[in-house]
């Protein structure tokens, strides 16, 4: 681990929150906040086991590390997520807005509840938790909130118009909130992962991901610490001129 508590990348005295933390990209964001000397919160739905694994390994990095069961759908558990952040942690420096799911099919296949389940569950949490912690942001006019959309978001993608519609969702959400808070020194910005080795892709089918891969400039999958080292960017002061902005970490794929 580099030493970078004398620079503009410590987040050391800062506490993080993000949401689905318990696996995959959210799992490897937490650990990478606490190694940049973040305190984080993590919110799971269902791992609870692998989310107090994670905790472990945040104390062990020397930080103060909590997980939550708490539905990223549900605005009244993101109100107490949040209240419990202020009274246990004193307060949240940065927000990921991570956790997110796929419920793939044609759309003359997809039923009403695939497409309420994939909005509610990626977008309108985006909207939980970004309402949540925005008055003790503003209290302390300071803040980064961070986006987790997808290259879905920007390119579209066949079988996929829920989630596509909730990443995009989540870019135009981004550059609103941007506008409306930038006045009290709050950043809100978006990553963008292309294709990244996750237990959500392992469900893909292999011939599909080879022809993914053809289609990547860098020439192969991401890792989830390519994209955490992304959102530790931007939740620290070395990226204090930047809000609005979207970041694709995606190998060029977008291009
Ligand atoms: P993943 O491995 O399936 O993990 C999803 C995480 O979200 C888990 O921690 C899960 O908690 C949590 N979650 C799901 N539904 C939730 C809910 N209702 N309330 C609270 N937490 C919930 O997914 P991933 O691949 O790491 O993806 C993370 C984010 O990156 C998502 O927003 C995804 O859309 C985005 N993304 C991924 C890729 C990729 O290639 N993997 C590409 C572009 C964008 P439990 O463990 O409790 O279920």
């Known amino acids: 681990m580099t030493d970078m508590s004398s620079t503009p990348f410590s987040l050391e005295g800062k506490t993080a929150l993000v949401t689905g933390g318990s696996r995959g990209i959210g799992k490897t964001i937490a650990l990478d906040l606490a190694d940049a000397g973040a305190d984080v919160i993590i919110t799971y739905a269902r791992s609870g086991e692998a989310a107090e694994q994670v905790v472990r390994e945040i104390v062990k990095k020397g930080r103060k590390g909590k997980a939550v069961k708490a539905d990223a759908v549900a605005f009244a558990e993101a109100e107490n997520v949040v209240s419990m952040a202020l009274e246990e942690f004193g307060g949240i420096d940065i927000l990921v807005n991570n956790a997110g799911i796929t419920r793939d099919t044609l759309i003359l296949r997809m039923s009403e509840e ?142």
């Open 114 to 255: 695939q497409w309420d389940e994939v909005i509610h569950t990626n977008l309108k949490s985006v909207f939980n938790y970004s309402k949540a912690v925005m008055k003790p942001m503003m209290k302390k006019r300071a803040g980064s909130i961070i986006n987790i959309s997808s290259i879905v978001g920007r390119a579209g993608n066949a079988g996929q118009t829920n989630y596509a519609a909730s990443k995009a969702g989540i870019i135009g959400f981004t550059k609103a909130l941007a506008k409306e808070v930038a006045s009290r020194n709050i950043r809100v910005n978006t990553v963008a992962p292309g294709y990244i080795e996750t237990e959500m892709t392992e469900k893909l089918d292999k011939k599909v991901l080879q022809a993914i891969e053809e289609n990547i400039p860098l020439g192969r999958a991401g890792k989830s610490e390519e994209v955490a080292h992304t959102v530790r960017f931007l939740a620290g002061d070395g990226s204090s001129y930047i809000t609005g902005a979207l970041f694709a970490v995606d190998g060029g794929m977008g291009m």
